[in-house]
């Protein structure tokens, strides 16, 4: 059974950057797509950004240009850094690893990135 963790939310200024973990307990490798989701109080989860064939990036537009996607093999882990901080990035983050394109989705915990003065 695939197991992913999550890590790296908490409270940031605006203006400010974190950047989120997530470690799957199996390999990424060949892994079909990867990537975040988020939920904000409200409003239903939108995608944030993904890896599709461990290559192509795509980033919903409200992030782009402040946030990056990438993974580290060797360490079954995929990372969301996200600069220039806005308080509407406030949300529960969440990470998600699809093995093929017919699997069903792996989600994380969550984590809850607030970003305040």
């Known amino acids: 059974q695939v197991q992913l963790v999550e890590s790296g939310g908490g409270l940031v200024q605006p203006g400010g950057s974190l950047r989120l973990s997530c470690a799957a307990s199996?390999?990424?490798?060949?892994?079909?797509?990867m990537g975040w989701y988020r939920q904000a109080p409200g409003k239903q989860r939108e995608p944030v950004a993904g890896i599709v064939s461990g290559a192509s990036t795509n980033y919903a537009d409200s992030v782009k240009g402040r946030f990056t996607i990438s993974r580290d093999n060797a360490k079954n882990t995929q990372y969301l850094q996200m600069d220039s901080l806005k308080p509407e990035d406030t949300a529960v983050y969440y990470c998600?690893?699809?093995?093929?394109?017919?699997?069903?989705?792996?989600w994380g915990q969550g984590t809850q990135v607030t970003v305040s003065s």
């Open positions: 998600y690893f699809r093995a093929t394109m017919t699997s069903a989705t792996t």
């Open positions: 199996v390999s990424i490798f060949s892994i079909y797509k």
